[in-house]
């Protein structure tokens, strides 16, 4: 597509539900990055894939966070036993080559309840 | 981790006034963007600088890549309506790992 997908743009989950979020990055775009944006806060980095290599988890802010990447393209964030402090903006970007910069989507809104 | 101080959070102008925010950090960086963020959008890059000392503009936006490679300004001049959001900078530490460091954020808010 033209820009970077995400879905669902909102969710509302029950505190302790497993809940997946989806990142359809531009294609042909080799990097793939998940960000949380808490409210009035700043990007807090998460995860990064990059082509083949092994992604980059060292944000994932504890192993309740997991994140796949098929095929290069397709990205799945997922988050177990949701808590209310996970509610949050979860925004996925990705980029061809650090000359263009990265395109991020809309994200998706998650309320735990 | 790597922080960026973004000054200021936030700000209160009048319409056709110029706008000056800058990040600063304790290491280099590589690569400065400067992004906006519309509420429930995601951030979009308005401008990205590559080498130290460099002065880009798109537009009525005009950013430089600090000498020391530890600073970066952004400013807008003439401000109109639909420059409200928040600017955020970002940097990249090294070619190996593009993960972006993203500043804090500065409010921008246009009075009537």
């Known amino acids: 597509g033209a820009g970077v997908s995400q879905s669902p743009s909102n969710k509302v989950t029950e505190k302790g539900k497993d809940v997946e979020l989806r990142c359809d990055p531009i294609s042909g775009h080799t990097a793939l990055y998940w960000y949380r944006q808490s409210l009035g806060q700043g990007l807090e980095f998460l995860i990064y894939f990059q082509g083949n290599s092994a992604p980059d988890k060292s944000g994932l802010p504890s192993d309740r966070f997991s994140a796949e990447r098929t095929g290069g393209s397709v990205s799945t964030l997922t988050i177990q036993r949701t808590q209310q402090e996970d509610s949050a903006v979860y925004l996925c970007?990705?980029?061809?080559?650090?000359?263009?910069?990265?395109?991020f989507g809309s994200g998706t809104r998650l309320t735990v309840v | 981790g790597q922080q960026l101080n973004q000054s200021p959070q936030s700000m209160f102008i009048q319409e056709g006034e110029d706008v000056s925010m800058n990040c600063t950090s304790s290491s280099i960086f590589n690569t400065w963007l400067w992004y906006k963020q519309d509420p429930g959008e995601g951030p979009v890059l308005l401008i990205a600088l590559y080498k130290a000392g460099e002065l880009t503009s798109n537009g009525r936006l005009t950013a430089q890549f600090g000498i020391t490679r530890k600073d970066s300004f952004l400013n807008i001049s003439a401000s109109i309506p639909s420059d409200v959001g928040i600017y955020f900078c970002a940097g990249i530490s090294n070619f190996g790992n593009e993960k972006l460091t993203f500043g804090t954020g500065t409010r921008l808010t246009i009075i009537p």
């Open positions: 970007a990705s980029s061809t080559s650090r000359v263009r910069g990265y395109t």
